[in-house]
């Protein structure tokens, strides 16, 4: 039997079981709110317009990018009604970057010997990982997309409520900004603005203008001025040495102007010497930065030294710095029409150099359960995390507990999801599939319309109970379908499913699912 004319049959466009990834299932994108997120996802939220820390724990398939991108979709709604209080959305979820630009750092540092093996070079450069590095991610992240809305861009990934939604009245609310904080902006864009095409100088030169701070500084003319004097001091000697009679007049002119020439070009070469120590710093400190130390002192160079002071540079052992730093992000958002901030942490175990591993996913995220950078007033960090950590959590100290004060995070220890819980999801599901032109398109669908009448609710209930996550509760229904077309022929198509189908595959897939457990099969 076809499995096309089995979902014929019960009116279903496509078959609802199909996908294992949240990022790639339309199904989900189609799911009502209220049915495509986990009974604790009301928890897991919290307030959209005040932003608050979350920590959820699960097993892979229960549905932690679901969450993420629930929230995203919840996020991108509330922005769309709330003009004067938005919320600006960072999916931190690609820690690749991040962690090959460390791993890089520490290599050129001498950071492991060379007869060092690969697994020992990975563990020794993940051990380098600090929650200022994250902090510099995720701050990279946050002013590219601020940047982008300032300028009338668009590099972010294209996810529901990842890009900034831009107030109509954008040009206006820059140019009103005090100084200070387009200042703010400038130094932010210099040090983390990290356009994903296109040049950064170029860039950088738009936003200066769309700031209005201009990049002829006082520096620039010191420079100009030197270089204007010395070709002017050396054409005043060179007049009175061709010159047939001396003239005092001249000479005292020309070493007025050498004089005027070294006076500026001292005054220049300072400034220039002072943004190379303070870029080395920078550099020194922030391993995981993108920018290069010829464009961030190109950068710096075109704002005033007064734009400069009183910045709180993210220098080493100034640790306070970053916190600084996103709080006059926020102020700059805040002037923008955006109250908060909320940042989304996913796939901690699919980075290149994690590979799965706990311990190095402990190496990669232990840094950021500090309750500080938790706590953060006007950001809400969702920290969406593999079970495995779970397990290690329960292991650390008393001291590791104190510092990350986690009986003040809203903590999710794993996500559980019932029989009845799958049962109801699937059966959302089903109705999300149905035809348009079917006849029956006003009838709710039961998942028991797929299976035969000796299979009860209670039954498929206590089957997916075995399956225990949304995925492997889809596997199981798609196993059953395509098992129960394959075993039918075409003359005898049956539309419903028999008991004896859906036993021998609950079967199978408690079999797989005790098999993975014990670590003898894979996922």
């Not at 070493?255 to 943004?275: D, E, P, Q, S, Y």
């Not at 903590?411 to 959302?428: A, F």
């Not at 399956?467 to 039918?488: G, N, T, V």
């Amino acid at each position: 039997m076809n499995v096309e004319t089995f979902l014929a049959h019960h009116g279903l466009g496509e078959n609802p079981f199909t996908a294992e990834e949240a990022r790639h299932d339309p199904v989900f994108e189609r799911l009502p709110r209220d049915a495509a997120g986990h009974p604790d996802f009301p928890k897991i939220l919290g307030r959209i317009d005040r932003p608050s820390t979350a920590i959820v724990f699960g097993e892979k398939g229960s549905g932690k990018t679901a969450i993420r991108l629930l929230i995203g979709r919840l996020v991108a709604e509330h922005n769309q009604t709330h003009a004067d209080h938005r919320v600006l959305l960072v999916p931190y979820d690609d820690l690749n970057p991040l962690l090959d630009r460390i791993a890089t750092s520490n290599r050129h540092h001498g950071g492991h010997g060379p007869a060092e093996g690969d697994a020992a070079r990975i563990g020794r450069a993940l051990d380098h990982v600090r929650l200022q590095d994250h902090q510099d991610a995720i701050l990279s992240l946050a002013v590219t997309r601020l940047v982008d809305a300032i300028l009338g861009t668009s590099t972010a990934a294209g996810e529901p409520g990842e890009a900034m939604v831009v107030p109509e009245d954008i040009e206006r609310r820059v140019r009103q900004l005090p100084r200070q904080l387009r200042a703010d902006v400038a130094v932010l864009a210099a040090i983390y603005d990290a356009p994903r095409r296109g040049s950064a100088v170029q860039r950088w030169k738009a936003l200066l203008r769309a700031l209005r701070l201009g990049r002829f500084t006082p520096h620039f003319w010191a420079g100009l001025g030197a270089a204007v004097l010395a070709v002017l001091a050396g054409g005043m000697l060179l007049a009175d040495r061709l010159a047939a009679e001396h003239s005092v007049w001249l000479n005292l002119a020309g070493a007025l102007c050498a004089a005027g020439a070294i006076g500026l070009g001292i005054t220049w070469a300072l400034r220039w010497l002072n943004l190379w120590r303070l870029v080395g710093q920078l550099a020194a400190a922030a391993p995981a930065m993108e920018r290069s130390q010829a464009d961030l002192r190109r950068m710096l160079m075109d704002l005033r030294r007064e734009d400069l002071a009183g910045q709180p540079w993210p220098w080493k052992g100034n640790t306070d710095a970053r916190y600084q730093l996103t709080a006059r992000l926020l102020g700059v958002l805040d002037a923008l029409g955006y109250g908060g901030m909320m940042v989304l942490v996913d796939r901690i175990d699919e980075p290149t150099l994690v590979a799965g591993q706990p311990e190095r996913m402990m190496k990669v995220i232990w840094p950021m359960l500090d309750n500080k950078f938790l706590q953060q007033r006007g950001v809400g960090v969702k920290l969406l995390l593999p079970i495995e950590l779970r397990h290690a959590l329960l292991r650390q100290s008393p001291a590791f507990f104190q510092e990350a004060r986690l009986d003040k995070q809203c903590m999710i220890e794993r996500l559980n999801w019932s029989g009845t819980t799958l049962y109801d999801l699937c059966t959302h599901r089903l109705n999300v599939c149905r035809r348009k032109s079917d006849d029956r398109q006003g009838e709710a669908m039961s998942l028991t319309d797929l299976f035969e009448p000796e299979v009860s609710r209670q039954m498929l209930i206590d089957a997916l109970d075995q399956m225990q996550q949304p995925r492997d509760a889809f596997k199981f229904l798609y196993a059953a379908i395509q098992e129960h077309c394959r075993s039918i022929p075409e003359e005898q198509a049956s539309a419903r499913i028999p008991r004896a189908v859906m036993d021998s595959v609950r079967r199978q897939q408690a079999q797989r699912l005790n098999d993975l457990q014990r670590g003898i099969a894979p996922s």
